[in-house]
């Protein structure tokens, strides 16, 4: 008989490798002077942030019950037998216990060199965001915040182990937990932590060791004593493990075309040196410009919003001072809000080549006198790149049969294929201007006439999308829901 058919006890052993930043909080705020970094500006700052979930020893890491839940909810699947249940006043433990999950220190930082807000003590980086008016595009006063992340590259040691539980074999559970694992392939599905819409908590998984103790195993630790997982008394087990990954949804490529040079601010790269660049664009630890997933998000949100409300005041007068308002529920369907999740994720955008540093001086204007304000003048660093390349999950399963938000996915599309759109600091001086690209099922589409041809030979009608979303915030106007629309 094989000796993992009679395993007493199974211990599994892994590697969860950030693909993304990744946040799961603890509730909690420190002061920014208070961290240890080569940031100067954070030493006498009064600001906090938002910290990591930590340990006894103060240290950040993932719980082990974050770990659980994404497992338990991978492919939408319950087993009651690895995870346990409850019901009503009845229930019993699953099988498997995990650990909290450590960020493996004897690697190198993984975040960008220059990147001022590293902590070597914690292995972590700090992200400063602001939210945005949906009106005006612009940020709203007192809404800075500042999360506390492990960058991308991290790794985590994670152990778990599975005990016999109601007289299944453990290598029958195992089998049902290694398929598990391929929910962690680095895809927005298998995210983790907060800030999944923005592209946060990507990770991937990879098996480094499994040991099992063996009922020859069990006698000698009873005769010997010792650590019961040491080599004396477990066995390497070999498995086959799973290579096909269960089918997602495929996400869409979104390949961003700059019209001139780009800045997104990375205020962890400003120096306060006379003569630096008071404004950075964000790069990743090669030189590459990054357009974070957030920016990207806020942008889509931005414009959806404008077209609503724009076809609600125009075809179906609504008072043009409340119809952002009247077609937010929309808006959210799509995008989420404090209390639900959205149905579109975005992952950062990258450049495929180093991005090359672009230098700009600007004068600050006095708004009452109309001439250069004095000592007003500021450098900025962009970056000149050919394109960056990032994409879109659709979590269609969530969404409603009504293909209303085709519609408007389809003309948020246009809009940028034709330029419409900006990303980032000074589009009024001509920063941040693109032309949008998009590849999907090895074809790419790069203007609006050559999407639209492929959608009708396949079988749908653009035009159709739009009625229905035409229809959709007629009802929306009137009060009406998906459900109610659907009943």
């Not at 539980?165 to 391929?182: A, I, N, Q």
């Not at 998009?438 to 609006?448: F, K």
């Amino acid at each position: 008989m094989d000796s993992k058919d009679t395993c007493r006890r199974i211990w599994i052993h892994g590697t969860l490798t950030c693909d993304s930043p990744l946040h799961v909080g603890d509730g909690e705020e420190r002061l920014l002077k208070e961290r240890e970094s080569r940031e100067e500006r954070y030493h006498d700052s009064p600001g906090r942030y938002l910290t990591l979930y930590g340990g006894l020893d103060d240290l950040p890491r993932i719980p082990a019950s974050t770990l659980r839940g994404s497992l338990r909810a991978a492919f939408g699947e319950e087993d009651g037998e690895l995870f346990g249940y409850a019901r009503g006043e009845s229930g019993r433990a699953g099988a498997l216990r995990l650990f909290d999950a450590t960020p493996r220190r004897s690697d190198p930082p993984p975040c960008h060199r220059n990147d001022g807000s590293w902590s070597e003590q914690r292995r972590t980086i700090l992200h400063h965001g602001v939210s945005l008016d949906p009106r005006t595009g612009t940020a709203k006063d007192h809404h800075l915040f500042t999360f506390e992340l492990f960058p991308a590259g991290t790794r985590f040691d994670v152990a778990m182990e599975l005990h016999p539980v109601g007289g299944l074999p453990l290598h029958s559970l195992l089998d049902r937990l290694l398929e598990r694992f391929t929910h962690w392939n680095g895809g927005l599905d298998g995210a983790i932590g907060r800030g999944r819409g923005h592209g946060w908590g990507r990770v991937s998984w990879s098996t480094d060791r499994i040991r099992g103790l063996t009922e020859a195993g069990l006698r000698r630790w009873l005769d010997e004593g010792g650590p019961i997982e040491s080599d004396s008394f477990t066995e390497r087990l070999e498995y086959e493990f799973p290579q096909e990954q269960r089918e997602m949804a495929a996400p869409v490529q979104l390949v961003i075309r700059p019209d001139g040079p780009l800045l997104v601010n990375a205020p962890t790269l400003v120096s306060d040196e006379e003569g630096e660049a008071k404004l950075v664009f964000l790069r990743d630890a090669g030189d590459h410009a990054v357009i974070p997933a957030s920016t990207l998000r806020g942008l889509v949100r931005g414009r959806a919003r404008r077209i609503l409300a724009t076809i609600a005041h125009r075809h179906f007068n609504a008072p043009a001072d409340k119809a952002g308002e009247q077609v937010d529920p929309l808006v959210m369907r799509l995008f989420g809000d404090e209390g639900r999740r959205g149905t579109l994720s975005f992952g950062d955008a990258r450049s495929e080549k180093k991005a090359e540093p672009h230098h700009q001086f600007f004068n600050a204007i006095d708004r009452f006198t109309g001439g250069v304000a004095d000592g007003a003048l500021y450098q900025v660093e962009a970056a000149n790149c050919d394109l960056l390349r990032g994409d879109l999950r659709i979590d269609h399963e969530r969404l409603p049969d009504d293909p209303w938000w085709k519609g408007l996915l389809l003309l948020i599309a246009r809009d940028a294929m034709d330029g419409a759109l900006a990303v980032g600091w000074g589009k009024a001086r001509g920063f941040g201007a693109f032309r949008l690209a998009i590849e999907h099922a090895g074809e790419r589409y790069d203007d609006v006439a050559e999407a639209l041809g492929a959608l009708e030979r396949a079988g749908e009608s653009p035009r159709q999308w739009v009625e229905a979303l035409h229809r959709r915030i007629e009802r929306q106007l009137k009060g009406e829901t998906d459900e109610e629309q659907a009943a």
